[in-house]
């Protein structure tokens, strides 16, 4: 089975300009979730999909911070305009009932804001 | 609001040694409990999901228990090799309806050859 894909990998942007990440989640599964984590710490929970819904987003600074799922699969995450503090890695996840709600996440995206 | 402390931060030990790596949450009403490794720069990789109602779970070199009731899990890893040289991670999810991820802010394992 194919796992989570992302992308890009790295982006280096100056403040105050977007930027935009994207998702693929493992085939089949409903659940999709995007997470921030800054360096030494552990990843915090930005939104969280069911289908093309979103079951989450109470932590997502909705200032600048947008995401969508369209058709249910992949996902994208934007930011604009972006901060010094946005600087972290991006990861995606999915998860399936099926799975016990076991995680999968992807590789993530490095994200750093000069 | 549930809140996962993974003790000790760093750990450093020689290459054969066995060791443990401790997590703890705050609300022990949790669906299940994953600890994840993640080497510098990359994304998570599940190592084992310990359900609710299970105390145990075995891969390999790798042994997670669960307590619910104190709301600690260790990791324990026998005969540590300088491959396993990484930040280890402890996550609850608290069910209800919502399976989202708490994490602990990691262990920092280094293995000296």
């Known amino acids: 089975e194919a796992g989570v894909a992302q992308s890009p990998r790295y982006k280096i942007i100056e403040k105050r300009q977007s930027v935009a990440f994207w998702c693929n989640p493992i085939?089949?599964?409903?659940?999709?979730?995007?997470?921030?984590?800054?360096?030494?710490?552990?990843?915090?929970?930005?939104?969280?999909?069911?289908?093309?819904?979103?079951?989450?987003?109470?932590?997502?600074?909705?200032?600048r911070f947008s995401a969508e799922r369209?058709?249910?699969?992949?996902?994208?995450?934007?930011?604009?305009?972006a901060k010094l503090e946005d600087s972290a890695v991006y990861l995606c996840a999915s998860e399936s009932y099926e799975q016990n709600y076991g995680y999968t996440f992807g590789s993530g995206t490095r994200l750093t804001v000069v | 609001k549930q809140e996962v402390t993974q003790i000790p931060a760093a750990l450093s030990v020689p290459e054969g040694e066995n060791l443990v790596l401790n997590c703890s949450f705050t609300d022990s009403a949790i669906y299940n409990l994953q600890w994840f490794r993640q080497d510098p720069g990359k994304g998570l990789t599940s190592l084992l999901l310990i359900q609710s109602s299970q105390r145990e779970q075995t891969s390999g070199r790798l042994n997670a228990s669960?307590?619910?009731?104190?709301?600690?899990s260790t990791l324990y890893i026998a005969a540590s090799q300088p491959g396993d040289s990484a930040t280890y991670l402890c996550a609850v999810t608290s069910g209800a309806g919502s399976y989202q991820l708490t994490f602990g802010k990691g262990t920092k394992l280094s293995v000296i050859p």
């Open chain 1, 27 to 63: 085939s089949g599964h409903a659940t999709l979730y995007w997470y921030q984590q800054i360096l030494g710490q552990g990843p915090k929970l930005l939104i969280q999909f069911q289908n093309n819904g979103v079951v989450d987003d109470s932590q997502l600074p909705k200032d």
């Open chain 1, 70 to 81: 369209l058709k249910g699969v992949d996902s994208t995450l934007k930011i604009q305009p």
């Open chain 2, 66 to 72: 669960l307590d619910k009731s104190s709301g600690r």
